[in-house]
């Protein structure tokens, strides 16, 4: 499908392809990542009218963009991602389209619009030269978003009353901050099996320490990454709280954490350092920044997608949250760190 050559660009960097290919096929050159197109045949719907969005709303409407954004606020207020549950070339065409407008779009009116903006130059632009050379990074202030307002009917007004003096507001509760928010846990991959439906897919049956004691259903695409063997039996780390996600007619409760370059060359599970002193359902926390997990995040408020930028392996293969590390209380009262096999300086996801 037609895109403006700065949108191909973008799709050559992260497909890893260079190349002075005169394509404007965008799903010609996102063929080298076959998942970019969509893995089921509604993504692949979806992927199609978005990429027709893209061109009609945005690559040829030149400086008027911001009345064009309702449809795609809308389609982002439940989803990370414009077409499913993952990165597709329609987020990065639409990306590459929308870069020169980010500065003018208005944050009151399509915030939706702006959080994932925001992601896509924070988890695939930064990070790869190839893209960071063509997308300078756009600061993006989501802080100010007006509250919406309630209109209320008033009622007749009935005799005056004495007016009784207003007690003082209470003091604001601090606020929790977000990263605590998130519950991820050690688990134990109970046991693992290729997808009946997806090649690319893993469904594996994980103990998280839930008080029933039943594994949860995990959904991964790891099937390039690691042989089946290898994932039996494994200590991992999950994401237990995200929403569960249909995955090609698989009911996903929880998502896996991996580590991997800006490149996507590999793609490792991480791991505590020391698994005699951990246990399934053995919770991380980042020092100074304790709180209660949310029972399941709400996909609206964008909590996983605000912090997941920040998550990444140092140069020891540490995993870290900022500049604080992943750390699991063992029962002993010993910090217990997380780290990846040998991915540095990578993102976490």
Known sequence: ?????????????????????????????ASGKPELLGQSDEEKKQVDTWLAWSEKNVASAGSNVEGSLAKLNDQLRDSTYIAGNHLTVADLVAFGELHSHAQSINVATAPNVLRWFDLIQNTVVKGNLAA?????LVTVDLDNVPEPVITVAKKEKKAKKEKKEKAPPAPAAPEQPVVSRLDIRVGHIVSCK????????????????????????????????Y???????????????????????????????CASPA????????????????????????????????????????????VQPDFKTNGETFAFFQDKPFLIKSSSGEDVKVKAASVTDGLIR
């Not at 960071?132 to 300078?136: G, L, M, Y």
């Not at 594994?215 to 695409?221: A, D, L, N």
């Open 263 to 306: 490149d996507g060359t590999k793609v490792e599970l991480l791991a505590p350092v020391d698994l005699t002193k951990v246990k399934p359902g053995d919770r991380v926390y980042f020092e100074g920044m304790e709180g209660t997990p949310e029972a399941v995040l709400n996909p609206k408020k964008k909590y996983w997608e605000t």
């Open 194 to 225: 290729k997808h009946d439906d997806a090649d690319a897919l893993y469904v594996e049956q994980i103990d998280v320490g839930d008080p029933e004691g039943t594994p949860r259903t995990i959904v991964s695409g790891l099937v390039k990454w």
């Open 132 to 136: 960071e050379k063509q997308f300078s």
């Open 227 to 257: 042989p089946v063997e290898e994932m039996q039996n494994r200590t991992v780390l999950v994401l237990c709280n995200l929403k569960p996600a249909n995955m090609r007619g698989v009911k996903s409760q929880g998502m896996v954490l």
């Open 1 to 29: 499908m037609p895109a403006s050559e700065t949108a191909i660009q973008l799709v050559k960097a992260v497909v890893g392809n260079a190349s002075t290919d005169a394509s404007n096929d965008v799903k010609l050159i």
